[in-house]
């Protein structure tokens, strides 16, 4: 088993930056791929960016120039939000493929964080 636990939501002026952290946990074998997603109220589950094993990122076009998606070897997914925008008001998840490790069997399953919320206001 894994967990995702998010960090770094909170108020912000429009323009102003935010930074979230997501950290996993557990019998970590290895991380795959990792996303942040967001959901405003009332609206769809939107992918917002995603990092590969390798490195490799891809964003959403509502965000791109503004936000950056980037992971250290610690078991950590960072976005890094600049430029904020009223319209990225939203409570944003982390979500991950995970290999762990249990009594010598791996097992790949995808796991999500609590959310953090992020509120751009003035």
Request: hydrophobic share 35%.
């Amino acid at each position: 088993q894994a967990q995702l636990v998010e960090s770094g939501g909170g108020l912000v002026q429009p323009g102003g930056s935010l930074r979230l952290s997501c950290a996993a946990s557990g019998n970590i074998f290895r991380i795959n791929v990792m996303h942040w997603y967001r959901r405003a109220p009332g609206r769809e589950r939107e992918l917002v960016a995603t990092i590969s094993s390798g490195g490799f990122t891809n964003y959403a076009n509502s965000v791109k120039g503004r936000f950056t998606i980037s992971r250290d070897n610690a078991n950590t997914v960072y976005l890094q939000m600049n430029s904020l925008k009223p319209e990225d008001t939203a409570v944003y998840y982390c979500n991950a493929d995970i290999e762990t490790v249990t009594n010598l069997n791996r097992v790949l399953s995808n796991y999500w964080g609590q959310g953090t919320q992020v509120t751009v206001s003035s």
